[in-house]
């Protein structure tokens, strides 16, 4: 079992930033890559970056390359989602996620999500 917990949503200006973090404990969290999605209500949850268990590789959806960055610290079990230059669209509830391999597609593991609310 992994257990993650998302903190540093919140509300913020258009243009501005804003840090997401996930604290993972439990399993090993160095074996897993770890993701970030978004859902908003009504609406499916949309994929948002991707990060190799090394830190090596990272994918993003076209929507937020660019701004956001992920990033990973496994010293401290934790994973990190800085959003730069928000817009009102990026508001939604935030989770972050892990899976065994990048390439997979399941994800086995979510946290209970963060809000982040972008105001115009």
């Known amino acids: 079992q992994v257990q993650l917990v998302e903190s540093g949503g919140g509300l913020v200006q258009a243009g501005g930033s804003l840090r997401l973090s996930c604290a993972a404990s439990?399993?090993?969290?160095?074996?897993?890559?770890m993701g970030w999605f978004r859902q908003v209500p009504g609406k499916e949850r949309e994929f948002v970056a991707v990060?190799?268990?090394?830190?090596?590789?990272?994918y993003y959806a076209d929507s937020v390359k660019g701004r956001f960055t992920i990033s990973r610290d496994n010293a401290k079990n934790s994973v990190y989602l800085q959003m730069n230059s928000v817009k009102p669209e990026d508001t939604a509830v935030y989770y972050c996620a892990a899976k065994p391999t990048l390439a997979g597609t399941k994800y086995d593991y979510w946290g209970r999500g963060t809000q982040v609310t972008v105001s115009s």
């Open positions: 990060i190799h268990w090394s830190g090596g590789s990272t």
């Open positions: 439990g399993r090993t969290f160095n074996n897993y890559a």
